[in-house]
């Protein structure tokens, strides 16, 4: 049973910074493509930045490049969104998944995907 537990949300001032951590535990982790994603109220859910291991790439979106970093520990098993310049379009729900694969140029969750439970962040 694979479990993903996110932290670090909270409110931020525009133009300030957070990280968020995502915990996975009860299942392997080295050999995981992990990627954060985000909801807002009324949008639709989009793809943050995503680490594929098998190429060690990563993938970030437009409206944060620059911004945001993705990043993972694996002895902590533990994936990151460090988040910077943070502005009030960042406001929302956001969550981790395990076992993401590149998708037109963005990353998606596959069919079996693990999520978290999600984490506000709040920029005002």
């Known amino acids: 049973h694979v479990q993903l537990v996110e932290s670090g949300g909270g409110s931020v001032q525009s133009g300030g910074s957070t990280r968020l951590s995502c915990s996975a535990s009860?299942?392997?982790?080295?050999?995981?493509?992990m990627g954060w994603f985000r909801q807002a109220p009324g949008k639709e859910r989009e793809a943050v930045a995503a680490?594929?291991?098998?190429?060690?790439?990563?993938y970030v979106a437009d409206s944060v490049k620059g911004r945001f970093a993705i990043s993972e520990d694996n002895a902590r098993k533990t994936v990151y969104l460090q988040m910077n310049s943070l502005k009030t379009e960042d406001t929302a729900m956001y969550y981790c998944?395990?076992?993401?694969?590149?998708?037109?140029?963005?990353?998606?969750?596959?069919?079996?995907?693990?999520w978290g439970q999600g984490t506000q962040v709040t920029v005002s």
């Open positions: 680490h594929y291991t098998g190429t060690a790439t990563t």
């Open positions: 998944a395990k076992d993401v694969l590149e998708n037109r140029g963005s990353a998606a969750p596959t069919r079996s995907a693990h």
């Open positions: 009860g299942s392997a982790f080295d050999n995981s493509d």
